[in-house]
């Protein structure tokens, strides 16, 4: 390094020499106060110049020039600053000047054994307003004269520009420090950004692309260079661009945009939805760019679309769905579909959260239901025909099959359930099975009647010895089966009928039943009273009358008294209508009794009770209930009571709205 000399005491060489060491940019901080120092040695006259940092109470030597009369001194010698000339020197706020250190209180001994330096003048550096170290210029012999002002004010100017050249030498270091970092971040960002699915964008003002990222071509097909500069509008479909152009308006107005799904053009000519989200990029008070992240929802708006479908599917479906979670104490329901509210008549506010035995009751069978709480405790599936009621206390059959359903680690995580109502079909076994036992047991029982009589007629002696007229009882034994046959007939055709609800006028039907009955039994006396507004009616079938007829000529038949009073009355009940039929007769006979009691036929008991069969079937397809039982005190009559209760219709109401579905069976 070729250095520029300066005559002792030419002050105006010496700071142009100064000047020009720190003007050039491209000198490092040392280089550029070595020159410094040199111009200052020759300026001053001394044989050392050095520049020093301190930091924890020990003084660095950092830079050195030397003029051939004082060495000793090597960049890099550290010592205790107390033991340095700079200890006092940092602590005054001008330069210490030193003319002859053996005779100055400002030199401790310590210093000048150590560096053996007489004529000393220094002053600190200052860096971002800290104490960085000194700038000194020293020589080994003593100073004739004191250091004038001018040298003071040199030294202090060469100090400032070692600090300013310091201070800058840091920030350049820091901003180049800072830039590494950002370039280093941004390679990084650029890598994750590369390597994710998605596309990250940058769009300036005029709707141009400034960045994309490689994800374009996951998302759209597209080369990122191919798609820079151009307008992201190039890529939206007509249909998706006045929303894109929205948002991307609202984004420059400061607002973010969050899950806004576009339909976008791919390069092979299909098309894309994606979803959108994206935030302003500001500077100052000015929104200069959009950024933001493209994904490629397609796939999972397929799936959501499929999902829609199978949900609307079981929504809208004629089966009742329920699902229940296994993993919650007792497996209360977390959803139930629009035919499970139809046919329970519970809203999903209602039955949400509750257990399925909420649609237990009386008429349930226990065993039943153990069958159903084993299975789900196994976690297996099962299938039950079960009675359930209706939230407005109806009984039906329910069809139960449930299901359970593993999640992806294979745990038991729900049950499903399927729920239909199968009463009309449980009636019609049970009727089938009622049949069948009536006619087994009658055709056994009157058969073997016949038999025994026929055998008798085939042996003339028996027959003329016999006090039985055996040919009258075979006419009963035949005329008898034929009554069953004949109520077998018709409770069978009734039952194949499809049910047709309407609107049955309470008087007219009343009316109706008794002249009915009145032709048949002359003698008796059969009474109508009607307390129902006449504005309301019955919604039920036609054959409803039939019902009514059979209770009535069943109470008059069974009565050895010609002359029996049969009372038909009508109550309002609310949402209901009753039909009461009462006697005063002998009673409802105990084997008939029993039918109802027990609601079905058992293998013991025989067809006597099948009238009752029919008026049940007949008031439960409608959704009534029927009951009968013996008049007791509080009752207007002394016989037999038969109770018909049957949905009441309103004369604002239509059928379709009043009619109740299926009830089971007695119940």
């Given at each position: 390094?070729?250095?520029?000399?300066?005559?002792p005491g030419d002050d105006r060489s010496a700071r142009q020499a100064v000047y020009e060491a720190f003007?050039?940019?491209?000198?490092?901080?040392?280089?550029?106060?070595?020159?410094?120092?040199?111009?200052?040695?020759?300026?001053?006259?001394?044989?050392?110049?050095?520049?020093?940092?301190?930091?924890?109470?020990?003084?660095?030597?950092?830079?050195?020039?030397?003029?051939?009369?004082?060495?000793?001194?090597?960049?890099?010698?550290?010592?205790?600053?107390?033991?340095?000339?700079?200890?006092?020197?940092?602590?005054?706020?001008?330069?210490?000047?030193?003319?002859?250190?053996?005779?100055?209180?400002?030199?401790?001994?310590?210093?000048?054994?150590?560096?053996?330096?007489?004529?000393?003048?220094?002053?600190?550096?200052?860096?971002?307003?800290?104490?960085?170290?000194?700038?000194?210029?020293?020589?080994?012999?003593?100073?004739?004269?004191?250091?004038?002002?001018?040298?003071?004010?040199?030294?202090?100017?060469?100090?400032?520009?070692?600090?300013?050249?310091?201070?800058?030498?840091?920030?350049?270091?820091?901003?180049?420090?800072?830039?590494?970092?950002?370039?280093?971040?941004?390679?990084?960002?650029?890598?994750?950004?590369?390597?994710?699915?998605?596309?990250?964008?940058?769009?300036?003002?005029?709707?141009?692309?400034?960045?994309?990222?490689?994800?374009?071509?996951?998302?759209?097909?597209?080369?990122?260079?191919?798609?820079?500069?151009?307008?992201?509008?190039?890529?939206?479909?007509?249909?998706?661009?006045?929303?894109?152009?929205?948002?991307?308006?609202?984004?420059?107005?400061?607002?973010?945009?969050r899950d806004l799904a576009l339909t976008a053009r791919r390069a092979d000519g299909g098309e894309a939805?994606?979803?959108?989200?994206?935030?302003?990029?500001?500077?100052?008070?000015?929104?200069?760019?959009?950024?933001?992240?493209?994904?490629?929802?397609?796939?999972?708006?397929?799936?959501?679309?499929e999902l829609r479908l199978k949900t609307r599917a079981i929504d809208d479906a004629t089966v009742g769905?329920?699902?229940?979670?296994?993993?919650?104490?007792?497996?209360?329901?977390?959803?139930?579909?629009?035919?499970?509210?139809?046919?329970?008549?519970?809203?999903?506010?209602?039955?949400?959260?509750?257990?399925?035995?909420?649609?237990?009751?009386?008429?349930?069978?226990?065993?039943?239901?153990?069958?159903?709480?084993?299975?789900?405790?196994?976690?297996?599936?099962?299938?039950?025909?079960?009675?359930?009621?209706?939230?407005?206390?109806?009984?039906?059959?329910?069809?139960?099959?449930?299901?359970?359903?593993?999640?992806?680690?294979?745990?038991?995580?729900?049950?499903?359930?399927?729920?239909?109502?199968?009463?009309?079909?449980?009636?019609?076994?049970?009727?089938?099975?009622?049949?069948?036992?009536?006619?087994?047991?009658?055709?056994?029982?009157?058969?073997?009647?016949?038999?025994?009589?026929?055998?008798?007629?085939?042996?003339?002696?028996?027959?003329?010895?016999?006090?039985?007229?055996?040919?009258?009882?075979?006419?009963?034994?035949?005329?008898?089966?034929?009554?069953?046959?004949?109520?077998?007939?018709?409770?069978?055709?009734?039952?194949?009928?499809?049910?047709?609800?309407?609107?049955?006028?309470?008087?007219?039907?009343?009316?109706?039943?008794?002249?009915?009955?009145?032709?048949?039994?002359?003698?008796?006396?059969?009474?109508?009273?009607?307390?129902?507004?006449?504005?309301?009616?019955?919604?039920?079938?036609?054959?409803?009358?039939?019902?009514?007829?059979?209770?009535?000529?069943?109470?008059?038949?069974?009565?050895?008294?010609?002359?029996?009073?049969?009372?038909?009355?009508?109550?309002?009940?609310?949402?209901?209508?009753?039909?009461?039929?009462?006697?005063?007769?002998?009673?409802?006979?105990?084997?008939?009794?029993?039918?109802?009691?027990?609601?079905?036929?058992?293998?013991?008991?025989?067809?006597?009770?099948?009238?009752?069969?029919?008026?049940?079937?007949?008031?439960?397809?409608?959704?009534?209930?029927?009951?009968?039982?013996?008049?007791?005190?509080?009752?207007?009559?002394?016989?037999?009571?038969?109770?018909?209760?049957?949905?009441?219709?309103?004369?604002?109401?239509?059928?379709?709205?009043?009619?109740?579905?299926?009830?089971?069976?007695?119940?």
């Amino acid at each position: 390094m070729s250095l520029q000399h300066v005559p002792p005491g030419d002050d105006r060489s010496a700071r142009q020499a100064v000047y020009e060491a720190f003007a050039d940019r491209s000198r490092s901080v040392e280089e550029a106060t070595a020159r410094a120092l040199a111009a200052g040695i020759d300026r001053l006259d001394v044989g050392l110049g050095f520049l020093t940092e301190i930091s924890e109470g020990r003084q660095t030597i950092e830079v050195v020039q030397t003029a051939g009369r004082a060495g000793g001194i090597e960049a890099g010698d550290t010592c205790p600053l107390d033991q340095a000339y700079c200890r006092r020197t940092i602590e005054l706020d001008s330069p210490l000047c030193v003319q002859d250190a053996v005779s100055s209180p400002d030199v401790s001994e310590a210093a000048y054994d150590a560096f053996g330096l007489d004529t000393y003048i220094g002053t600190k550096v200052t860096v971002d307003d800290e104490v960085y170290g000194t700038l000194c210029f020293a020589d080994s012999e003593p100073r004739s004269e004191p250091f004038p002002e001018s040298d003071q004010l040199f030294v202090e100017l060469v100090a400032r520009l070692v600090g300013q050249a310091i201070e800058r030498g840091r920030y350049e270091r820091e901003l180049r420090e800072r830039n590494e970092r950002f370039r280093a971040e941004k390679r990084r960002i650029e890598r994750i950004a590369d390597t994710t699915y998605d596309l990250l964008f940058e769009i300036d003002p005029d709707t141009q692309l400034t960045y994309v990222s490689t994800g374009v071509g996951n998302v759209l097909g597209h080369g990122a260079e191919e798609a820079m500069g151009n307008s992201f509008a190039e890529y939206i479909t007509s249909s998706s661009l006045p929303d894109a152009l929205d948002a991307f308006e609202r984004v420059f107005d400061g607002e973010p945009v969050r899950d806004l799904a576009l339909t976008a053009r791919r390069a092979d000519g299909g098309e894309a939805v994606i979803e959108i989200n994206a935030t302003p990029i500001v500077e100052g008070d000015e929104v200069v760019a959009v950024q933001g992240v493209a994904r490629d929802i397609t796939g999972r708006r397929e799936r959501e679309a499929e999902l829609r479908l199978k949900t609307r599917a079981i929504d809208d479906a004629t089966v009742g769905v329920t699902i229940a979670d296994a993993t919650q104490p007792d497996n209360p329901l977390v959803y139930m579909n629009r035919a499970v509210e139809e046919l329970t008549g519970y809203s999903p506010d209602e039955m949400l959260g509750q257990n399925c035995r909420l649609l237990q009751g009386p008429a349930t069978d226990e065993g039943t239901v153990e069958t159903l709480r084993e299975s789900i405790d196994d976690g297996e599936p099962v299938s039950v025909d079960l009675v359930n009621y209706r939230r407005d206390g109806a009984p039906f059959w329910n069809n139960l099959r449930v299901v359970p359903v593993e999640d992806d680690e294979g745990e038991l995580s729900h049950f499903v359930g399927f729920q239909e109502d199968a009463t009309d079909r449980v009636r019609t076994e049970r009727l089938i099975e009622l049949l069948n036992r009536v006619l087994r047991h009658n055709l056994r029982n009157e058969l073997n009647v016949l038999l025994g009589y026929g055998e008798l007629l085939t042996d003339p002696e028996s027959a003329a010895r016999s006090d039985v007229d055996a040919g009258r009882v075979i006419r009963e034994t035949v005329e008898k089966l034929s009554s069953v046959s004949e109520q077998v007939r018709e409770l069978e055709a009734i039952a194949r009928q499809d049910r047709h609800p309407t609107r049955l006028d309470v008087r007219e039907l009343l009316d109706g039943v008794a002249d009915e009955v009145g032709t048949n039994h002359s003698d008796a006396t059969v009474e109508v009273e009607i307390d129902v507004p006449p504005e309301r009616g019955i919604c039920a079938g036609v054959e409803l009358r039939r019902a009514i007829e059979e209770l009535a000529d069943n109470a008059l038949t069974h009565d050895s008294d010609d002359e029996t009073t049969v009372r038909l009355t009508a109550r309002d009940a609310g949402d209901s209508i009753d039909i009461v039929v009462a006697d005063d007769g002998p009673g409802i006979p105990p084997v008939e009794a029993s039918t109802i009691e027990a609601g079905r036929e058992t293998a013991v008991e025989h067809g006597d009770g099948l009238g009752l069969w029919l008026v049940n079937w007949i008031v439960t397809r409608y959704g009534g209930s029927f009951q009968i039982r013996a008049a007791d005190a509080a009752d207007d009559a002394s016989g037999t009571v038969a109770t018909i209760r049957l949905p009441a219709i309103d004369p604002d109401q239509s059928v379709d709205d009043a009619v109740r579905p299926h009830t089971t069976l007695f119940q």
